[in-house]
């Protein structure tokens, strides 16, 4: 279904419960993987996920339409994510290192991957990227977004986001080159 079905059916009363269910399991998938290659953690990205469908159903009716509804939403997983991340650190006043340590422990000590999997051996280069340049890495290289639905979701310029998105790269290639 398309989305402006899904909105036409989300604003009629009648419909909105069962357009609202469509939007969730057409979207849903893709909110969690974009929220958990950042938050690594299963159940995170699980209690992360049902916060962005709850603001979204709360606030669904502020969506004007001025962008596509999958960048608008991916907005909301994004900031929900990012201040997630935020708020762990402060609340147990965890150095970003340390951070980078606890995901990647949880990363290698899945069963259903091995530690020498070129995909782990890149999230493990992702965790020691700042929050900003992993997520638009995030956005551009496993969603394949051009950097102006990125600019929509992040409020990044353009540029910001190239000058991310390379840093991002030359950080990843040193990881690798090191290993």
Same mark, same amino acid.
């Given at each position: 279904?398309?989305?402006?079905?899904?909105?036409?059916?989300?604003?009629?009363?009648?419909?909105?419960?069962?357009?609202?269910?469509?939007?969730?399991?057409?979207?849903?998938?893709?909110?969690?993987?974009?929220?958990? /290659?950042?938050?690594?953690?299963?159940?995170?990205?699980?209690?992360?996920?049902?916060?962005?469908?709850?603001?979204?159903?709360l606030k669904i009716d502020t969506f004007r339409e001025e962008s596509a509804l999958y960048?608008?939403?991916?907005?909301?997983?994004?900031?929900?994510? @990012?201040?997630?991340? $935020?708020?762990? $650190?402060?609340?147990?006043?965890?150095?970003?290192?340390?951070?980078?340590?606890?995901?990647?422990?949880?990363?290698?000590?899945?069963?259903?991957?091995?530690?020498?999997?070129?995909?782990? +051996? @890149?999230?493990?280069?992702?965790? +020691?990227?700042?929050? +900003?340049?992993?997520?638009?890495?995030?956005? /551009?290289?496993?969603?394949?977004?051009?950097?102006?639905?990125?600019?929509?979701?992040?409020?990044?310029?353009?540029?910001?986001? /190239?000058?991310?998105?390379?840093?991002?790269?030359?950080?990843?290639?040193?990881?690798?080159?090191?290993?």
């Amino acid at each position: 279904m398309e989305d402006h079905e899904l909105l036409k059916m989300i604003h009629d009363p009648d419909k909105k419960n069962s357009g609202f269910n469509l939007l969730v399991k057409k979207y849903q998938s893709k909110i969690y993987w974009v929220i958990r /290659k950042m938050v690594i953690d299963h159940d995170d990205a699980d209690d992360l996920v049902q916060e962005v469908f709850v603001k979204t159903w709360l606030k669904i009716d502020t969506f004007r339409e001025e962008s596509a509804l999958y960048t608008w939403l991916y907005k909301i997983a994004t900031n929900e994510t @990012l201040n997630f991340l $935020r708020k762990k $650190r402060r609340r147990f006043f965890i150095p970003i290192q340390d951070i980078e340590k606890e995901l990647s422990e949880k990363l290698i000590s899945s069963d259903l991957v091995s530690a020498d999997d070129p995909e782990i +051996k @890149l999230q493990q280069a992702l965790l +020691k990227l700042p929050d +900003k340049q992993r997520l638009v890495f995030n956005l /551009k290289y496993y969603e394949d977004l051009k950097y102006e639905e990125i600019a929509e979701i992040t409020g990044s310029s353009v540029g910001t986001l /190239k000058a991310n998105y390379h840093h991002a790269v030359k950080k990843i290639e040193l990881f690798f080159k090191a290993d």
